[in-house]
């Protein structure tokens, strides 16, 4: 099985066990909506590839965190989405949550997500204390205040806003949650592993600023356009398209550096190098460089 589908089934075995069976029906339906949609589920991915380069000793531990993880992500989308964020209608290519439930269950379904998240760890982490106390730390670090999503999205509603901290909280953050739990989760040690999540989330965001300029809807699966719409701090606006790209590559090579010199740091690269294909195509970055350079050239 590869890490995709391992994620997957982790998220489907601990989400139906969590959920019960006399929870109120549109609210499971909303969640369920929410969770299982097709993400790229690249966080747990990215907990599970550090334990194993850890020696995964707790699996379970390990799977436990890479949902918590993710259903934060999860969490966090629902509500980025609303009316009171981005107004965004579709996300993964399907109505999003508020547009398929109602404004007061996509409020819930967040909610809802955040909780059980914790749920998760609390149930998978009692033959772990130490670890579940820091893998609680760890991830409530990626998502409260002073650096994580709450904060990241907050910084939407400031007069003024420091980019890279806001691109590090809103999205970052969760990053650096995925390889730090995965340490942890085997009973390792975080710091080494804090540089990878940290390059790696901040090219992610780089990315989807991008993408969000030269992407269509229909391929992002979410609207296109809507940073400069809500008029978002983005860096493609901020150096331009290819001064974005260049900044993305620049963080991309980083990441790949940050590996620590493990026994699997060769996969491991390779999943970064894949991912960065994946959200911007070397033959994208290139097209663009060499129009900027001929655009240069002219002037
Ligand atoms: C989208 O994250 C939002 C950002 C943080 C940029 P992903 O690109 O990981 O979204 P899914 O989970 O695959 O839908
Ligand atoms: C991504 O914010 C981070 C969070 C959802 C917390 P964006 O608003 O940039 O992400 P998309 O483009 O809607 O996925
Ligand atoms: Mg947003
Ligand atoms: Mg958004």
Same mark, same amino acid.
């Given at each position: 099985?590869?890490?995709?589908?391992?994620?997957?089934?982790?998220?489907?075995?601990?989400?139906?066990?969590?959920?019960?069976?006399?929870? =109120?029906?549109?609210?499971? &339906?909303?969640?369920?909506?929410?969770?299982? /949609? @097709? *993400?790229?589920?690249? %966080?747990?991915?990215?907990?599970?590839?550090?334990?194993?380069?850890?020696?995964?000793?707790?699996?379970?531990?390990? +799977?436990?965190?890479?949902?918590?993880?993710?259903?934060?992500?999860?969490?966090?989308?629902?509500?980025?989405?609303? =009316?009171?964020?981005?107004?965004?209608?579709?996300? %993964?290519?399907?109505?999003?949550?508020?547009?398929?439930? @109602?404004?007061?269950?996509?409020?819930?379904?967040?909610?809802?997500?955040?909780?059980?998240?914790? +749920?998760?760890?609390?149930?998978? *982490?009692?033959?772990?204390?130490?670890?579940?106390?820091?893998?609680?730390?760890?991830?409530?670090?990626? !998502?409260?205040?002073?650096?994580?999503? !709450?904060?990241?999205?907050?910084?939407?509603?400031?007069?003024?806003?420091?980019?890279?901290?806001?691109? %590090?909280?809103?999205?970052?953050?969760?990053?650096?949650?995925?390889?730090? &739990? @995965?340490?942890?989760?085997?009973?390792?040690?975080?710091?080494?592993?804090?540089?990878?999540?940290?390059?790696? *989330?901040?090219?992610?965001?780089?990315?989807?600023?991008?993408?969000?300029?030269? *992407?269509? /809807?229909?391929?992002?699966?979410?609207?296109?356009?809507?940073?400069? +719409?809500?008029?978002?701090?983005?860096?493609?606006?901020?150096?331009?398209? /290819?001064?974005?790209? @260049?900044?993305?590559?620049?963080?991309?090579?980083? &990441?790949?550096?940050?590996? =620590?010199?493990?026994?699997?740091?060769?996969?491991?690269?390779?999943?970064?190098?894949?991912? /960065?294909?994946?959200?911007? =195509?070397?033959?994208?970055?290139?097209?663009?460089?060499?129009?900027?350079?001929?655009?240069?050239?002219?002037?």
């Amino acid at each position: 099985m590869d890490l995709h589908q391992l994620a997957e089934q982790a998220l489907a075995a601990h989400f139906e066990q969590a959920v019960g069976a006399h929870a =109120p029906p549109r609210l499971v &339906a909303a969640m369920r909506h929410a969770v299982f /949609s @097709g *993400g790229a589920r690249i %966080r747990p991915q990215l907990c599970t590839a550090v334990a194993h380069a850890c020696g995964m000793n707790a699996p379970h531990l390990t +799977q436990a965190a890479g949902v918590a993880i993710e259903l934060m992500h999860c969490a966090s989308l629902v509500h980025d989405d609303m =009316p009171a964020f981005d107004n965004a209608d579709t996300r %993964r290519g399907r109505p999003s949550v508020h547009k398929a439930y @109602g404004e007061a269950l996509a409020l819930l379904t967040g909610d809802g997500l955040i909780v059980m998240a914790y +749920q998760v760890l609390l149930n998978a *982490g009692k033959t772990h204390p130490d670890r579940l106390i820091a893998l609680m730390q760890t991830i409530s670090d990626a !998502v409260g205040v002073p650096d994580g999503i !709450v904060a990241g999205q907050a910084w939407e509603c400031e007069p003024r806003a420091d980019l890279s901290q806001y691109q %590090r909280a809103k999205t970052g953050a969760l990053f650096v949650a995925a390889t730090c &739990a @995965g340490a942890e989760s085997a009973g390792a040690d975080p710091l080494p592993w804090r540089a990878l999540g940290d390059c790696l *989330g901040e090219a992610y965001q780089v990315a989807d600023d991008i993408r969000d300029v030269i *992407g269509q /809807s229909a391929d992002l699966g979410k609207p296109a356009g809507q940073d400069a +719409q809500h008029g978002r701090p983005s860096v493609a606006h901020e150096l331009g398209l /290819s001064g974005a790209i @260049g900044y993305f590559e620049n963080l991309i090579d980083r &990441a790949v550096d940050a590996v =620590p010199h493990v026994a699997s740091a060769d996969k491991l690269r390779q999943i970064v190098r894949m991912e /960065s294909e994946r959200l911007v =195509p070397s033959s994208v970055c290139q097209s663009y460089k060499t129009a900027a350079n001929a655009s240069s050239l002219q002037h």
